[in-house]
């Protein structure tokens, strides 16, 4: 018969013993949030299908945008699409608002050939501003950082001038004085 290994030898897993109680693993709480999106989301399609189908094909670029294009933290090309694409599906959208507000009159938007190039031209635009102002923003930081160096520059030689070289010797942190100092010391 094979003798166990003692048990007192072992130390406890950790978190577990020491005299802290053991929890349960507790599953993620997805469940009523899910539940009351659900619920709004059907209330929202009863009272206002004509917008929701306006808005869910008018807006798919920005749903592109947002769930497979944009992977950045800070969404700037979710922004800058959706942004402009709500700005091309707004008058549609209040078309159907203030006409017959029926699912039809929403269908008659849609169909519309021009309506859809109205609403994805101005998600077009936005992807236009998204890719092509950060590069000319960068370029003109750069010639405004430039155009300051100049002037500093031109700044410290009028110092130079008028004060000699001895502004342009850097000054000694207390760190650097000590180790002058114990230099000289062991030198002299």
Known sequence: MA???????????????????????????????????????????????????????????????????????????????????????????????TGANTTMSAVLVLTDVFSLLIMYGAAAIGWTLFMFVP??????????????IAQLRERQKKLIEDWGDGVTEPIDSPEEKARKKKQKILEG
């Not at 979710?78 to 209040?94: D, E, K």
């Not at 590069?135 to 300051?148: D, I, Q, W």
Request: charge should be positive.
């Open 135 to 148: 590069p000319f923003a960068a370029m003109g930081l750069h010639v405004l950082n430039e155009r300051k």
């Open 3 to 97: 003798k166990k290994p003692d048990q007192k030898a072992l130390p406890p897993p950790a978190g577990k013993g020491r005299g802290q109680p053991q929890k349960a693993a507790q599953p993620a709480r997805r469940g009523p949030n899910l539940v009351l999106s659900a619920i709004i989301f059907v209330i929202v399609m009863w009272l206002a299908l004509p917008q929701v189908l306006i808005l869910a094909i008018g807006m798919l670029p920005t749903w592109v945008a947002v769930f497979l294009v944009d992977q950045s933290k800070e969404k700037y090309a979710s922004f800058c699409v959706g942004g402009l694409n709500f700005c091309g599906t707004l008058p549609f959208l209040i078309d159907v608002w």
